[in-house]
């Protein structure tokens, strides 16, 4: 299979990753599970390589994306630029240990720096 289901139709999935994603944006930092985070890791990486490209083409796909326009802001005029000199692995994944409720294996996504 190409893609993990997570347990929801196509449309709640989308509506995940683009609040998810927003929030990895935001914060530069979150905590999900293990197979979000691996879903949401390889969106990113294409965002943030669109991002660099930086034409008014790459910022309308993104807009698609994303829910927060001073996110996307943040992502163009910060994120971007540091990326500049690197080609790709721009997020890390580590892993926290099972979730207290149902024992899913816990993960701390982040952009590296």
Same mark, same amino acid.
């Given at each position: /299979?190409? =893609?993990? #289901? ?9 509506? %995940?990753?683009? +609040?998810? %994603? &927003?929030? %990895?944006?935001? =914060? $530069?930092?979150? $905590? &999900?599970? $293990? ?5 949401? +890791?390889?969106?990113?990486?294409? /965002? ?7 034409? %008014?083409?790459? *910022? ?12 996307? #802001? #943040?992502?163009?005029?910060? &994120?971007?630029? +540091? =990326? ?10 580590? #892993?926290?240990?099972? *979730? ?5 294996? /816990? ?7």
């Amino acid at each position: /299979m190409a =893609y993990r #289901k997570l347990g929801r139709d196509s449309s709640a999935r989308r509506a %995940l990753f683009r +609040s998810v %994603l &927003t929030s %990895l944006f935001k =914060y $530069e930092r979150i $905590e &999900t599970t $293990e197979a979000k985070a691996k879903e949401i +890791s390889a969106l990113a990486e294409k /965002m943030i390589t669109l991002a660099k490209r930086g034409d %008014l083409h790459a *910022r309308r796909q993104i807009a698609a994306d994303l829910l927060d326009e001073a996110v996307i #802001k #943040k992502l163009f005029d910060e &994120t971007a630029p +540091s =990326y500049s000199e690197r080609q790709g692995g721009y997020t890390r994944v580590l #892993k926290l240990g099972p *979730r207290r409720g149902d024992a899913a294996p /816990m993960v701390i996504l982040e952009l590296v720096k």
